[in-house]
């Protein structure tokens, strides 16, 4: 069974090692120039019943993980520890995304951001079980970042595999039907069908995290008040204690850790060590909550590892924000409203978005 880094607890919010009244410069789009981004979309076709679960990218996740190291593991113990193509094989960089070790800033943090974040259809937080029925369709999203874009091929094997090999209780199988690949455009073509069995990738299917994040802020001109909806369960600690609301302040900071983490792991560019310096930064804008509709919605997964119920909960609803320095930071809100916040984002927990 495959190991994973999101079943180490995530790191804390807060850092001893930051100085008091320490506040923060506001990102721009080009502070994240080089950050790769595609969003594919699949479509399965149940062949048989299914009982999935309520939230369901853990599902996904793990299912997805497993076939991908049944695809690319050379090894017959599938052991990574003694493998020694370690550090070349595809497993290991999405799954266990170890840090830099010439990046001495990096190597307190046990638990690096994995490059794929798996997007699950929405459900309603009381069902504990859903069904699929023969013949029903099942639709579910994934961001890929940086590098992983290139292995793009594999990916899409591997989900192949994984619903063949069935999901949820019982193992109900599925078929992967088709692939939607959205363009920088924001347009979606289609990448795959299972009348063909090829796979298409649009010349402008990936897109720079700084092309989107222009593009995005044309809509915007003046944001007195700004409105998010946590969609999944946002996880967010502070010295070990998960986090049931969310200043707009402790927002800015865990998203700017998350896209430089990101940008210094999955990115095009080479990030100079120094720029890590301010991984921990504290802002301090000025901006308060005007209104605070969040809650706690507790769910637990199945640990392989630990082979135990781990649990995983996080605040959903809404939050509204009000200050003068909303706009100069909304690039960073933009781009967490894309590549999520918080911990589990594999899973496709810390996911909002914006509402005018």
């Not at 410069?25 to 502070?31: C, M, N």
């Not at 996740?61 to 017959?76: I, N, P, S, W």
């Not at 994040?213 to 999944?232: A, C, D, E, M, N």
């Not at 690039?331 to 996911?351: D, K, M, Q, S």
Request: a neutral charge.
């Amino acid at each position: 069974m495959f190991v994973s880094r999101e079943n180490i607890p995530e790191p804390d919010e807060q850092n001893p090692a930051i100085e008091a009244g320490q506040t923060a410069f506001a990102p721009t789009p080009e502070t994240f120039a080089g950050l790769p981004v595609a969003r594919l979309e699949f479509v399965l076709r149940a062949e048989e019943r299914a009982e999935l679960p309520n939230f369901l990218g853990s599902t996904l996740r793990g299912a997805f993980g497993y076939a991908l190291k049944r695809a690319v593991c050379v090894m017959e113990r599938r052991d990574c520890e003694t493998c020694p193509v370690v550090d070349r094989c595809l497993y290991p960089y999405l799954f266990e995304t170890p840090p830099p070790p010439d990046l001495p800033q990096l190597r307190s943090q046990q638990q690096m951001p994995h490059p794929f974040i798996f997007e699950p259809p929405h459900t309603l937080p009381d069902r504990h079980r859903q069904a699929i029925k023969r013949g029903e369709e099942l639709g579910f999203g994934l961001i890929l970042i940086g590098k992983a874009i290139e292995a793009a091929p594999y990916v899409i094997y591997a989900i192949d595999e994984m619903a063949y090999g069935g999901l949820g209780a019982g193992r109900g199988r599925f078929t992967l039907t088709e692939i939607h690949w959205f363009t920088a455009q924001d347009a979606t073509l289609p990448a795959y069908s299972a009348a063909d069995h090829r796979l298409v990738a649009p010349p402008n299917g990936t897109m720079d995290l700084n092309d989107y994040l222009q593009k995005r802020l044309t809509g915007f001109h003046s944001i007195p008040r700004l409105r998010l909806r946590f969609l999944t369960p946002t996880r967010i600690r502070i010295q070990g204690d998960v986090q049931t609301a969310m200043s707009f302040d402790l927002l800015l900071g865990n998203l700017w850790r998350r896209l430089l983490l990101l940008q210094t792991l999955h990115g095009a560019q080479p990030i100079e060590p120094a720029r890590l310096d301010k991984l921990w930064w504290r802002f301090e804008t000025g901006v308060q909550c005007a209104r605070n509709e969040l809650r706690f919605w507790d769910w637990e997964r199945h640990s392989n590892r630990q082979q135990r119920k781990v649990k995983l909960g996080g605040f959903i609803g809404e939050v509204e924000y009000e200050g003068e320095k909303l706009a100069e930071y909304l690039p960073l809100i933009l781009a967490g409203e894309l590549l999520h916040v918080g911990g589990g984002t594999g899973f496709g927990l810390g996911r909002y978005q914006i509402i005018n």
